[in-house]
T-cell receptor, first 112, second 115 residues
């Protein structure tokens, strides 16, 4: 099977609980941030994004929080389901440029 | 049915051989990208292209080559010069808005194994 994420930080949660996945970004000039979900053997799937003029954005069951002071991004998943099990990684961009920096990711396990 | 397709899903290569990975998109995106993904690491950019007949090296371009003859297609060739080619390869595309790129959308990936 797909070995992506073999040595990644792991978060294990009970089905129905909320999950919080954290990401520290590197470039203080980054002004656009994205969260991706990657299931085993598949390509990353866009979940939610946020621009630097916001500190919170909500989607369906997901919320992204941005703290520019400490260069920290988090993804909150409400009522976590078994289908949420995947590797989650953040990406940062400086929209004046052309470079996207991807984090290594966090593996989320959801226990039924 | 719009999206990005990559083929093949799995590819095996003998040492010393060149192989070409396919990436096609029907999203009318201007920009296309190739990334390499290794266990425990973030995506690393190999090449990118913002417009037909033009492409730029990314962070790890050595041992790879690309072409962009059509807007929809951005094939990646892994040459025998690439010292450690076994990896998961991801293609992505995005629009270009206001002179900069927007969110990248990914294909399903190709797993290349060198025997």
């Amino acid at each position: 099977g797909e070995s992506v994420g073999l040595h990644l930080p792991t978060l294990s949660v009970q089905e129905g609980d909320n999950s919080i996945i954290n990401c520290a970004y590197s470039n203080s000039a980054s002004d656009y941030f994205i969260w991706y979900k990657q299931e085993s053997g598949k390509g990353p799937q866009f979940i939610i994004d946020i621009r630097s003029n916001m500190d919170k954005r909500q989607g369906q069951r997901v919320t992204v929080l941005l703290n520019k002071t400490v260069k920290h991004l988090s993804l909150q998943i409400a009522a976590t389901q078994p289908g949420d099990s995947a590797v989650y990684f953040c990406a940062e961009e400086n929209t004046g440029g052309f470079k996207t920096i991807f984090g290594a990711g966090t593996r989320l396990f959801v226990k039924a | 049915d719009g999206g990005i397709t990559q083929s093949p899903k799995y590819l095996f290569r003998k040492e010393g051989q060149n192989v070409t990975l396919s990436c096609e998109q029907n999203l009318n995106h201007d920009a296309m990208y190739w990334y390499r993904q290794d266990p425990g690491q973030g995506l690393r950019l190999i090449y990118y292209s913002q417009i037909v007949n033009d492409f730029q090296k990314g962070d790890i371009a050595e041992g790879y080559s690309v072409s962009r003859e059509k807007k929809e297609s951005f094939p990646l060739t892994v040459t025998s010069a690439q010292k450690n080619p076994t990896a998961f390869y991801l293609c992505a595309s995005s629009i270009i808005s206001g002179g900069s790129t927007d969110t990248q959308y990914f294909g399903p990936g190709t797993r290349l194994t060198v025997l």
